[in-house]
């Protein structure tokens, strides 16, 4: 008998394992349901799959049996079943990355050294919530349109002049550490897994930049905000996988 599909299965199931494993920071002898439960809470794939992969850990005993020898193949699965754990292996050990799946969009900024008013400008102009603030190069930090707001709504009612505000305060001298806690930031291999992640577990947050290193002093490779959940379900959509 022809026991293929079951050699593709077991190899994306080990894989798999080997995987959780690592997650989890599993002993050799952890079972395979057990660690799927412990998880689900540590990584999105898992957590979509979970039942699927509860399947598949009895599956797999009833087609591989131990002997003397070692293991034989006592059962072959179905084509579907095949592609479906294949597909699962894929999501969790090669996920797909936001470089790999969006394209690089416009980011816009300003100068740190430039006044406010160029960031009112740039807001006006570009419709954006965030522009990203550069000093040299390198990112500095961010300046939100409700966080602007809240400036000039402060200078208005101290009864200060808002147009002499904008124009002698600098972009650079209104940045604030504690308005980047409403960003999260991730490295270039950041996965469309880790941005949804993000957005599910902190749904006060504006924003997810993403920069080489994931580190503050860096390019803006990507800002990905609630707006852009459309696109990642239309990809995952086209991929046959689970919509969120």
Request: charged share 25%; with cysteine.
């Amino acid at each position: 008998m022809d026991y293929s599909n079951a050699a593709r299965f077991l190899k994306s199931y080990n894989k798999i394992e080997a995987q959780l494993k690592l997650l989890y920071h599993a002993k050799a002898t952890q079972n395979f349901t057990d660690l799927v439960r412990r998880c689900t809470d540590l990584n999105l794939t898992i957590r979509r799959y979970e039942n699927e992969l509860v399947d598949y850990g009895k599956l797999r005993n009833a087609i591989v049996h131990r002997t003397a020898g070692g293991e034989v193949f006592i059962a072959n699965p179905s084509d579907d079943v095949v592609e479906n754990i294949e597909y699962i292996e894929r999501q969790l050990c090669d996920p797909p990355r936001v470089k790999d799946v969006f394209k690089v969009k416009k980011i816009s900024f300003v100068f740190s050294d430039k006044p406010l008013i160029t960031a009112v400008q740039m807001f006006g102009e570009s419709e954006k919530k965030t522009l990203v603030v550069y000093d040299h190069g390198k990112m500095a930090g961010v300046i939100n349109s409700y966080f602007l707001y809240r400036l000039i709504a402060a200078k208005a009612a101290a009864g200060e002049s808002i147009t002499e505000y904008l124009q002698k305060t600098n972009c650079g001298d209104v940045l604030d550490e504690k308005l980047l806690e409403k960003y999260v930031l991730f490295n270039s291999d950041a996965t469309v897994f880790d941005v949804f992640d993000a957005f599910e577990r902190r749904k006060d947050i504006y924003a997810v930049l993403v920069t080489e290193n994931g580190v503050i002093g860096e390019k803006v490779l990507f800002l990905l905000t609630p707006t852009d959940f459309p696109a990642i379900n239309r990809y995952l959509e086209s991929s046959n996988t689970k919509t969120f």
